[in-house]
């Protein structure tokens, strides 16, 4: 193991300069206003994040700490790994730096062509670690109508749209065309950016392989395919689809795959389709994120979690309330609208205007909550989210991990609450268990410090929007199909109410036999 020591300066709150070099121990202590660092290099060499608490700093330094928590970063630069200028000028506009772990250890063998099955958790750059490769490889290429070169698989059609918005400024540079394709929608204009002609195409299964069996669209061109959260396709159940589009796509080409576990089913997409591939893995698969803090707040009952609830959304920044329901969703989003408390809800009954509405209203402010149920466990990915609150606790750790990954996303800090009623104690202290996850619960009201600490101030009341009165129909005017007053002038030269409506000639009412020309065949 390599003992690398990291030299840092700090300007009183960040860090402004980083240095490390190896080292043959590790080294404590202040030195000419900087603090110096060790951390062990587990596999490629490479300094990975590390954050210092308040505690560790006081155990090595016996000293007042300059920081209560310091972040630091790999010295490693995109133009190291390989990453062209222009792709950088775009990451720099967007104030990325620095890659992150998993774009470290990937980009050498994605740049290079190989397979790579990554393994990591949400948050951890994943996105950005297939993108930056597939638009490097694929500019230049041919671009031929409903025939693209590269290919992304989403399980969810949020996360499908945001991986589009990460790849699209990235592709633009490179001269390449982005489209993506999910159901829910009408498919016209989807058919007819493809009939344009698009190089990389982001889709979920069913849609595009509805698609496919219209020959709408060939994978025939493929040259690069992305399986990305694999195993959330495995629980949603799209792994025969997956498997089906993948063997639709040239077996030379090459496949990076992302998954956090490779259960149900997921080592067998691998073994299949993928040659010779490199793993590549950051932090243990289903595993609790240092920088969150969880916090299990215990409750007397179903009005004071409802006090608790209001309050905790109150505060300034964005935050997601997870709920069991839709209905229950939908509710609560009303209510805390109606409160003061702008609020949005996602849940599968949305449409997908109505989704795309209500994730753009939460991604630029104009909603500081987001009232979701799992379905937006996967697909949300919003930077800035400071806390996530399980209203209903999940059934299952995974599902639990998933939601609160939402926060604390790519180094940046972020609390965890999830709300205990009494009868749920019990199956909230396993779930925490399996998820690794090791926490004091606490008895609160909607007023205890703990909470007025983790809310921080309270966001001013904002009126909710008038709701839209519709204009009032015209006095005397009829329904559409409704019949006339009695007594009343026939429209149009229609019978009067009650006498029988004149035929014309030749009619002989309604029809009951097949029209001419359209009987029906019948089978042997």
Same mark, same amino acid.
């Given at each position: 193991m390599l003992l690398t020591t990291l030299t840092v300066a700090f300007d009183g709150q960040h860090v402004v300069k980083r240095f490390f070099t190896p080292r043959a121990r590790p080294a404590f202590g202040a030195d000419a206003g900087a603090v110096r660092i060790s951390a062990i290099d587990f596999a490629h060499r490479q300094f990975r994040h590390l954050v210092l608490t308040e505690r560790a700093y006081l155990a090595a330094h016996s000293a007042e700490p300059i920081l209560k928590d310091i972040?630091?970063?790999?010295?490693?630069?995109?133009?190291?790994?390989?990453?062209?200028?222009?792709?950088?000028?775009?990451?720099?506009? $967007?104030?990325?730096?620095?890659?992150?772990?998993?774009?470290?250890?990937?980009?050498?063998?994605? #740049? @290079?062509?190989r397979d790579v099955l990554g393994r990591g958790k949400t948050g951890s750059g994943k996105t950005l670690a297939f993108s930056l490769p597939m638009v490097s490889r694929l500019a230049g290429r041919p671009r031929r109508p409903a025939r693209?070169?590269?290919? &992304?698989?989403?399980?969810?059609?949020?996360?499908?749209?945001?991986?589009? %918005?990460?790849?699209?400024? #990235?592709?633009?540079?490179?001269?390449? $065309?982005?489209?993506?394709?999910? @159901? @829910?929608?009408?498919?016209?204009?989807? &058919?007819? %950016?493809?009939?344009?002609? &698009? *190089?990389?195409? &982001? %889709?979920?299964?069913? $849609?595009?392989?509805?698609?496919?069996?219209?020959?709408?669209?060939?994978?025939?061109?493929?040259?690069?395919? +992305?399986?990305?959260?694999?195993?959330?396709?495995? *629980?949603?159940?799209?792994?025969?689809? !997956?498997?089906?589009?993948?063997?639709?796509?040239?077996?030379?080409?090459?496949? #990076?795959?992302?998954?956090?576990?490779?259960?149900?089913? +997921?080592?067998?997409?691998?073994?299949?389709?993928?040659? *010779?591939?490199? #793993?590549?893995? !950051?932090? =243990?698969?289903?595993?609790? !994120?240092?920088?969150?803090?969880?916090? !299990?707040?215990?409750?007397?009952?179903?009005?004071?979690?409802? *006090?608790? +609830?209001?309050?905790?959304?109150?505060?300034?920044?964005?935050?997601?309330?997870?709920? $069991?329901?839709?209905?229950?969703?939908?509710?609560?989003?009303?209510?805390?609208?109606?409160?003061?408390?702008?609020? +949005?809800?996602?849940? @599968?009954?949305? =449409?997908q205007p109505a989704r795309d509405r209500n994730l753009a209203a939460f991604s630029k402010g104009e909603a500081r909550v987001l009232v979701a149920t799992d379905i937006a466990a996967r697909g949300v990915h919003v930077d800035g989210i400071e806390l996530v609150v399980h209203i209903d606790p999940p059934a299952e750790h995974k599902a639990y991990l998933h939601r609160s990954g939402r926060t604390a996303r790519a180094g940046n800090a972020g609390d965890v609450v999830t709300v205990v009623l009494p009868e749920q104690r019990k199956d909230t202290h396993a779930l925490m268990r399996r998820a690794g996850i090791r926490v004091t619960p606490q008895e609160v009201t909607a007023d205890s410090a703990a909470v007025h600490e983790l809310v921080g101030d309270i966001a001013p009341y904002q009126a909710p929007a008038p709701k839209q009165v519709a204009a009032p129909k015209k006095a005397g005017a009829p329904k559409k199909g409704a019949a006339p007053k009695k007594g009343a002038a026939p429209r149009n030269g229609a019978a009067p109410h009650g006498s029988p409506r004149p035929r014309s000639a030749g009619s002989g009412g309604r029809r009951r036999g097949p029209r001419p020309g359209r009987m029906r065949q019948e089978t042997s």
């Open positions: 972040k630091l970063t790999t010295g490693t630069t995109f133009a190291d790994l390989g990453v062209g200028e222009s792709l950088i000028e775009v990451l720099a506009a $967007r104030g990325i730096s620095h890659p992150f772990p998993i774009q470290i250890e990937t980009l050498p063998d994605t #740049l @290079g062509g693209p070169t590269g290919l &992304v698989l989403a399980p969810t059609r949020e996360l499908a749209s945001q991986i589009t %918005a990460t790849l699209q400024p #990235l592709a633009a540079v490179n001269g390449l $065309r982005v489209t993506t394709i999910f @159901g @829910g929608v009408p498919q016209g204009r989807q &058919v007819t %950016a493809l009939n344009s002609g &698009v *190089d990389i195409v &982001v %889709a979920c299964p069913g $849609r595009l392989e509805d698609l496919m069996k219209q020959r709408l669209i060939s994978l025939d061109s493929i040259e690069i395919t +992305v399986i990305d959260e694999a195993d959330h396709m495995a *629980d949603l159940g799209f792994l025969p689809g !997956v498997t089906r589009i993948l063997a639709a796509t040239p077996s030379g080409g090459q496949r #990076l795959l992302f998954s956090a576990t490779l259960d149900n089913g +997921v080592d067998k997409l691998v073994n299949r389709f993928l040659h *010779d591939a490199v #793993l590549h893995s !950051v932090d =243990s698969s289903d595993s609790p !994120v240092p920088q969150m803090v969880h916090h !299990v707040f215990h409750v007397s009952g179903a009005a004071a979690k409802k *006090d608790l +609830v209001h309050r905790l959304a109150s505060g300034t920044g964005r935050r997601i309330l997870f709920m $069991r329901t839709k209905h229950q969703a939908r509710k609560l989003a009303k209510q805390l609208t109606e409160s003061g408390v702008p609020a +949005v809800d996602l849940h @599968g009954n949305l =449409s």
